[in-house]
């Protein structure tokens, strides 16, 4: 804390949860609807614990591999304003 007050950094105070203000939030977003599309099926699976969780960190990786890296340039490039939003909100 000492440190961010010697260097003039305020901190916000945000709801616990901010999704918008949590980048990977909308990546996992981004995911969810890609896995619901290409495996539509996945949380239908009955097979043993292991074989469950290693399908589906196969189908989150296969799915991440699908985002378009423009998202994550667009997230961060919209940072300003979504923290300029909170600030005003809390005016």
């Keep these: 804390m000492s440190w961010l007050k ?4 305020t901190l916000l ?5 901010s999704p918008d203000l949590n980048p990977i939030e909308n990546i996992w977003s981004l ?7 290409q495996y539509p099926e996945l949380h239908l699976m009955k097979d ?3 074989m469950v969780k290693k399908t589906i960190e196969e ?4 799915c ?4 378009d890296p423009k998202v994550f340039d667009t997230l961060a490039g919209s940072m300003v304003d979504r923290i ?8």
């Design 13 to 17: 105070e945000i709801p616990l949860y």
């Design 64 to 67: 991440w591999k699908l985002l």
């Design 31 to 37: 995911i969810k609807n890609k896995l619901s599309k």
């Design 48 to 50: 043993p614990e292991d």
């Design 84 to 91: 300029k939003a909170i600030i005003k909100a809390d005016g």
């Design 59 to 62: 189908a989150i990786t296969y």
């Design 6 to 9: 010697k260097h003039r950094i």
